[in-house]
């Protein structure tokens, strides 16, 4: 049960926020294990509400899901160069197989049981699936292959955050092969899409859709594609990322197929993730000093019903019609609260903490009246509660949860918007922004690693991505931001998660 | 593609058949890692059937999914004597978390980057779970909780076979914590009841169910509880355990609750899992020479649509009728195999050995006469294939599918009663049984660990399990089987997986 004590504000300290809302909304906890979260009952039900949408996706989009060893040879992280120099320094490294206990009666990793050839648990799976993708394509008959894995992964990372940056973490990997470069460029592209509809009507979060640039992409990638949603103290979260392969890992892993000129090629691959850090987004999305605000498509309870009654005499009328209630809305998460301890007020103080959109209050009278109370978790103008004939709301609640997601959208763009930023020519007036409130600076830049670096490092902002089209501005900048030559490209620059 | 060669007969050689069916029916793949598998989308499809459902009854059964780490200190495993023993033989050990780049140019664990107390890869988690639920559980009024997780477990296991014991494998846990002995024995009891009502109405494979003997408790319980079934070699595969854990882990880790007479108390633990071990026992209940039998309930493919034409011109005619079929029956599993490189014999022979439930047939003659064709994996006769009207087969389709369920349920019961013996009097007779055609032998026993033993290290038969009531004999044997002397518990004796 949530602890009836206030959050920390946002606006005076974002982080502090955030990490109290997770514990007391009950989505996740620190475990005993350094950097690995245990995700509570609330946190994993709205995960698997979001990985059952999307998991219908991948299947509506041809993919199919299978399984694939924890343990990754440490030879095959190898094969691929910049792969290994992406994840080789945060790798939980697999030694020994038994425990023995020594004369002193301590129990240490059994030296005899030392492998000959250490195993990484995995940071992600390129390498693992596409050495058996290499055993099962011979002919071009055999591609595409459309593959999604739903699986922990796990990167050693010294700085962590609950849902954001967690030792072990639960993701989707998608990864096909396809017999040309312009099959997985389409392919990867369509997968980004995927994420960018699942984030935008699932989730109410508005995402800049674009390109890394080269020192953002992905291990071993030809182009690594992005969505990038603005949080609340408007840095930038990447949400999901996309990845055209080419053939660079197929050549590692000797991932050939007779082609139907009768040639013998390396196939193209893709690949693509998102993860629990979603959850870390949508709370940094909507959130409030009150808690949560949970979009009604995901939320594991959208409509909580609070009954209200003093005398025990009452309790048996006014849950009846509370489980009358729950009856009549078949298609709707609701849950009623009937413990007897809580007062009704901190009841709602749960409940808000824990971002449910609707609350109804039905009391003895308004039973006797035909009404209930009726609570959006963010109202729309000024009022808090209305009172409304219970067939009225009963009626128009599914209605209602779509209107308020989206809202939850609007909201969230009009957000994003009023702290986005165009036509900014100068540097300085760029580090005004970035040093002050912060948000999405879109400017131009030549496209040099050098211009790049020197961001960061003065002001920690980086290139979140190159946008497309629809995001760019209406006249391209023509200057780089850092060094004033002729800009090759507008990015997005952000201080990001 | 199933490659259109005869699997190894079953009465020729059950293991070598065993083997190549789960790889010609693509379930499973060995892997690169020594002990696991690869699970294919055939058999992955499969297993997320079994999860769904299985899912389904838990939360109906008020638990609530959540995730708990992949690491287990190794501290925590120390702490219950019994679990340390069963585990630390074969534990996957985490000693380091960076790799760094030797002089030589060789990549090595960095010795600097040892961890001061090494990490178990989970083997189960009772230990982390139960060390949470102590942060979480302060009154009675917390209890009980009821948490089930879907996870990956490793095993160092020696001997390995795909499915039946493989290194890391997918299970789900649950783990409960109660206020009383009572609640938590009620409750080990439904979810073995849930399990049992799972593997004979989705899976088709009817077991027996009992309390395992000391011996073969899991390691930490105070009493294990288990579905054992019989499988096409008369052995018995263990198929789901539940275990009552009594207060051993709530002492170890501080488990306690303020009780409402105002005292102090130890919680009462339960732990209970299914694994992909399963899909084994599936395919060794139900499988035969062409192939694997897969249980309508949770068939990948309920009905496969095979178009059959000669010339280009019936192609169109015939592919349309097939996909006016399919939309006939919605919810129905279907697939409408329409790759042009392969006979209609090759894909029989595919989709026979896949399992798939009922085969329909339709070439421009069948249109013509608005009729199909009709085949059923297992006939309940002699008759392979019917032809009969199209709107019969669509009628009756979902009735002939329950009705094959309850089929193949039968066919297994009889398969096991004809294969069971009790009023085996002597050792002699139970020998002949065990070292012939096996079985499972229902017969007396004192409750000696020694008589266990004997029979264990002379025939490798053991104890399956002492089973409740509806399983045993209508008059109790009075005699130990192996010392003679008076039997304290009616054993099920059987070789085992
Ligand atoms: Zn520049
Ligand atoms: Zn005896």
Redesign the interface.
Known sequence: MANEKALTAQAEDFSAWYNELVLKAELA?Y???RG??????YG??L??LMRDRLDLRFKETGH???????????S???REAKH?EGF?????????????TTDDGK?I?DPESKLEE????RPTSET?IY??FS?WVQSY?DLPLL?NQW??V?R?EMRTRLFLRTT?F?WQEGHTAHASHDEAEEESLRMLGVYREFMEEYLAMPVVVGEKSESERFAGALRTYTCEAMMGDNKALQNGTSHNLGQNFARQFELKFASEQGGEEYAWNTSWGVSTRMIGGLIMTHGDDAGLVMPPRVAPIQVVIVPIFRKDEERDLVLGKAREIVAALPGIRTHIDDRD?LTPGAKFFEWEMKGVPFRIEVGPKDIAKEQVVLARRIPEGEQRKEFLPEAEVIASLPQRLEDYQTFLLERARARREANSYRDVATYERFREIIDGDGGFVYAGWCGSAECEEKVKEETKATIRCLPFEEFRSPSAPSACLVCGQSAAHEAVWAKAY
Do not use: G
Request: a positive charge; charged letters at 25%.
């Open positions: 906890d475990s005993p294990v690995c979260m245990v995700i509570r009952p994993y039900r995960w698997e199919q899901n299978a399984y694939f060893p924890l343990f990754i040879p440490q095959f992280l190898e290994v080789a320094k945060e790798a939980a490294i697999v030694t020994h197989t038994r425990l023995k129990l990793p250490p195993l990484i648990v693992i050495e058996m055993k008959r593959y699986a922990n796990v050693w072990e639960l301890k």
